[in-house]
């Protein structure tokens, strides 16, 4: 605007000179040759106002530019202010909030334009005001000339409690920064504030899982030690058995029973130790996998012999499905898995029932079902059932320890295989274990 009115004033004093010029040529009482020289100069005069005029139309289309790149940016760093995921607030030296964006409206449950004008302190729980106050205090009475020059954060992740208007308190994170003019005199702090509550759960969460972990290391360690310190009494007593029962002038069919009974109270004893060392070992993550490649059929025959001495009132029946010569497992893992469920179908059966066995191939994996006609899985203890510990709710008084299944769950993961079961209560329960044919 203002070169258009200096063009325009120097259109008319162009104009006046011209009519000057006409005026000295027609006055006679002038100096000729001055007023030659005089108006012959007026051109270069003109033509350097020209250029002057070019100049200045120049450098004011580069403001109008540099102004239009200005308020661009003004509006990316107020659409990146507003727009920004975190909680930023602006404040005076005295803590007095003058700008929000949307995260901050958020945060605290009050509009954008309520919420300029109040103290930030009013949405800090009442028993963090005094921190607050001393901290505000600090950070007015020790302004850095760094501060100033590099904008650093004066406070770093100051911990304190929010609380929003109507709503619950919560933890959350505080960092500040300084705000200053061109002669670096403080005007007053950003805010930025982080809601940690989460970070605060999982943290609670993972000092739980820690003390869950030292405990189930301690308990791991107890159950190794008793199994250990218990194996060797135990041995002791069972070859005391063997020299009684070898050496006894007594033999008769009373003490035979008494043998009989305690050799099985000792058998129990020891399947009870080694089912303890087993899950100690696999809860400390050493459970070890050797596989070898074992006959299905022989294996599972000895396994059900062996248990069928003990078990003259319950019948096991091995079926083969379909041909299934030949896998590639751990022997002793293997063991524990059909021990484990044959010995279960057998506890929870009636008298004079049947337990099967039942072998199945299906492409790269070997089935193995045990059925029994017991008294079944009610449907509330079914998530829980692998579990270390837990047993049904409808056992009564069946001897158990609820571990059986726990080892098992884990030696069938342990070569890369799977369990499930279906029951109905009263009429019985088939256990499915899948392995692959060549163990990992």
């Known amino acids: 605007m203002y070169t258009e009115q200096f063009s325009n004033q120097l259109r008319k004093a162009q104009n006046r000179l011209q009519k000057m010029q006409k005026e000295a040529e027609n006055s006679s009482q002038l100096n000729e040759q001055l007023v030659q020289e005089a108006f012959g100069e007026l051109p270069n005069v003109i033509e350097e106002l020209h250029v002057a005029i070019e100049e200045l139309h120049q450098q004011n289309e580069e403001l109008v530019e540099a102004r239009i790149a200005i308020e661009r940016e003004r509006q990316r760093y107020q659409e990146l202010f507003d727009f920004a995921p975190d909680p930023y607030l602006v404040t005076t030296i005295q803590g007095r909030i003058v700008e929000a964006n949307y995260s901050a409206e958020k945060l605290f449950n009050v509009r954008r334009k309520n919420l300029c004008g109040k103290p930030l302190s009013i949405f800090i729980d009442r028993e ?3 921190d607050f106050y001393l901290k505000l205090v600090k950070l007015k009475s020790s302004p850095s000339e760094a501060d100033a020059g590099n904008r650093q954060v004066v406070l770093q992740d100051w ?11 919560f933890p959350a994170t505080i960092s500040v920064s300084s705000i200053y003019d061109s002669q670096k005199q403080l005007l007053g702090w950003r805010w930025l504030i982080r809601d940690i509550t989460q970070r605060k759960q999982a943290e609670a969460t993972n000092r739980m899982l820690q003390e869950a972990r030292e405990v189930n290391s301690l308990k791991s360690r107890i159950l190794r030690t008793v199994s250990h310190e218990f194996r060797t009494p135990m041995n002791v007593i069972y070859i005391s058995i063997q020299l009684l029962e070898r050496y006894s002038n007594i033999q ?12 099985k109270a000792i058998d129990h004893m020891v399947n009870l130790l080694e089912d303890i060392m087993t899950f100690s ?23 059900i012999d062996e248990m069928s001495l003990d078990n003259s009132t319950k019948k096991i029946v091995l079926v083969e499905k379909n041909q299934l010569a030949t896998g590639y497992w751990d022997a002793k893992l293997l063991r524990q898995i059909l021990g484990n469920l044959l010995s279960n179908a057998l506890k929870y059966s009636p008298l004079h029932s049947e337990i099967i066995l039942e072998l199945e191939r299906q492409g790269d994996r070997a089935l193995f079902h045990i059925q029994d006609c017991g008294i079944g899985i009610p449907p509330e203890d079914g998530d829980r059932l692998f579990e270390v510990f837990y047993r049904a709710g409808n056992v009564g008084t069946i001897p158990g320890t609820g571990l059986g299944l726990s080892i098992v769950q884990k030696a069938i993961e342990l070569q890369g295989g799977a369990i499930a079961f279906s029951s109905e209560v009263g009429v019985g329960t088939t256990f499915s274990v899948s392995l692959p044919l060549r163990s990992r």
Not at 252 to 263: D, H, Q, V
Not at 281 to 303: D, H, R, T, Y
Request: glycine share 4%.
């Open 128 to 130: 963090g005001h005094h």
């Open 252 to 263: 008769n069919e009373s003490t035979n029973k008494l043998f009989l009974k305690m050799r």
């Open 281 to 303: 070992q696999a809860e400390a993550g050493k459970l070890e996998c050797n596989p070898s490649m074992i006959e299905v059929v022989p294996f599972c025959q000895n396994l």
């Open 159 to 169: 911990e304190t409690i929010i609380k929003p208007r109507n709503q619950s308190s």
